[in-house]
């Protein structure tokens, strides 16, 4: 069963961090593309960050190339996006995802997999 489990949100104001975390099942985790993806209130769903879980090969939006880093842990099925230097525009419910397709990135046709989200609050 694909199960996707996010932690790590909250409250911070901006310039400050926080690091998400995805617990995955052992099925979820052989996926090839894992990632990140936020959506704020009366906005599309956009692509964060990704990662292929076989080279580690890393995608990142515009908005957070330099601020934001994804990464996993295949001993613990574990993926991770440390969010630094934080902006009100990063404000939005954060969702883990993962897809079994060809092709990684932050595109939401490369996953097919999705978790119930954890909520990112920036405040200026």
């Known amino acids: 069963q694909v199960q996707l489990v996010e932690s790590g949100g909250g409250s911070v104001q901006a310039g400050g961090s926080l690091r998400l975390s995805c617990a995955a099942s052992?099925?979820?985790?052989?996926?090839?593309?894992m990632g990140w993806f936020r959506q704020a209130p009366g906005k599309e769903r956009e692509g964060v960050a990704a990662?292929?879980?076989?080279?580690?090969?890393?995608y990142y939006a515009d908005s957070v190339k330099g601020r934001f880093t994804i990464s996993k842990d295949n001993a613990v099925n574990t993926l991770t996006l440390q969010m630094n230097s934080l902006k009100p525009d990063d404000t939005g419910m954060y969702y883990c995802?993962?897809?079994?397709?060809?092709?990684?990135?932050?595109?939401?046709?490369?996953?097919?997999?999705w978790g119930q989200g954890t909520q990112v609050t920036v405040s200026s």
């Open positions: 052992a099925y979820t985790y052989s996926s090839r593309c």
């Open positions: 990662i292929t879980t076989g080279g580690g090969n890393t």
């Open positions: 995802a993962a897809g079994a397709s060809l092709g990684c990135g932050t595109r939401t046709y490369y996953f097919d997999a």
